[in-house]
């Protein structure tokens, strides 16, 4: 296990802001969680985990603890049939490497989430979604290390309490107490059918696609984030920076009759696209204390030229408060924040 002192979180996240951790271990083993939670327990220290950092921000004070780095890499067959496919993927992996291996294999449920920056083991946090797919749609269970049993247990999805960027990772009182190891992924042979979500729909019709396999799916989203999304690894931001809004039926009823669009499910409630709000507000392209507004996609953040998290949150105000005054909703952030201890 690797451990170092005084490391800037600047380094460690795709927002490329943040003060010093007082010590980061990089997570290679089962054995090195728990070299590292010793380690931090006989120091007094505070934890934090992370994967990739790409849907982590951090503070300018830094943080007075200890981030565990997950490294732990790994794929691995449970069972395969001509109609299903179950796979155990290691909480370090990438997860675009997940999604690729699975669409190699010919079998669906994770596509349509190509290209998502980050780690097997962060995606079920934020319970990750993209172009109608979610990953609690596919995920059979999750084996972690319970910081507070001091114990490896595996938690089926059943006890997650999965919704829209919303899990047992990330809200209430056991955000934050597990440490993942891996994931374990269901897939099958049902295709995605159209009709798609919407930019997926309009490369469909634009381009005469036809061919719905996995494979083919992972392409056309691909070439779409690559239109719309910045690479966190060559461009400072962290993704889609907003959340978009989720109506129940009266609500998704009352913003279509205000001209909003809403993406409606099965049970008539609807989805408003945040970035839409944010570029009919008028600030798609806009700079804001050093953070630019994407042209290409306005939910995203770039971090042109700011240096502090002061800064950050200063652009994220003015881009609530204007969407707000706009359109009487409040916009969400979606990357998490590492306290400041």
Avoid at 149 to 174: A, C, Q, V, W
Wanted: proline share 4%.
């Amino acid at each position: 296990m690797q451990i170092r002192e005084n490391v800037p979180i600047s380094e460690l996240t795709t927002m490329r802001i943040g003060g010093l951790a007082r010590y980061v271990c990089e997570i290679s083993s089962k054995d090195d969680i728990i070299k590292a939670w010793n380690f931090a327990k006989e120091r007094k220290l505070p934890i934090w985990f992370m994967g990739g950092g790409a849907n982590t921000i951090g503070k300018d004070a830094g943080f007075d603890g200890v981030i565990l780095l997950n490294k732990i890499t790994g794929i691995e067959i449970l069972t395969e049939t001509d109609d299903g496919l179950q796979l155990k993927a290691m909480g370090g992996e990438e997860w675009d490497d997940v999604v690729e291996f699975t669409c190699k294999k010919g079998f669906s449920g994770i596509e349509a989430m190509s290209k998502i920056p980050g780690t097997a083991g962060a995606a079920p946090v934020q319970n990750i979604g993209a172009y109608g797919q979610d990953i609690a749609r596919a995920l059979v269970s999750v084996e972690v290390f319970d910081t507070k049993t001091e114990e490896f247990r595996s938690i089926p999805r059943s006890k997650l309490r999965m919704d829209y960027r919303y899990t047992t990772f990330n809200h209430g009182e056991d955000a934050g107490r597990y440490f993942i190891v891996s994931i374990t992924l269901h897939l099958n042979k049902n295709y995605l059918e159209p009709p798609f979500y919407n930019s997926l729909q309009n490369y469909i019709l634009e381009h005469g696609e036809t061919d719905y396999s996995p494979m083919n799916i992972r392409r056309m989203v691909s070439e779409i984030r690559a239109e719309k999304l910045p690479d966190p690894t060559e461009i400072a931001s962290s993704g889609s920076f907003f959340k978009n809004i989720y109506l129940d039926q009266v609500g998704a009823d009352e913003a279509e009759e205000k001209g909003i669009p809403v993406w409606r499910s099965n049970d008539d409630s609807g989805k408003i696209n945040s970035g839409w709000l944010i570029e009919q507000a008028g600030l798609k392209g806009e700079e804001l204390h050093g953070m630019r507004v994407s042209d290409k996609a306005a939910l995203v953040l770039i971090n042109e030229k700011t240096k502090n998290y002061a800064d950050l949150a200063a652009a994220r105000s003015e881009i609530i408060d204007t969407v707000r005054r706009k359109f009487g909703y409040t916009l969400e952030q979606e990357p998490v924040e590492i306290p400041e201890k």
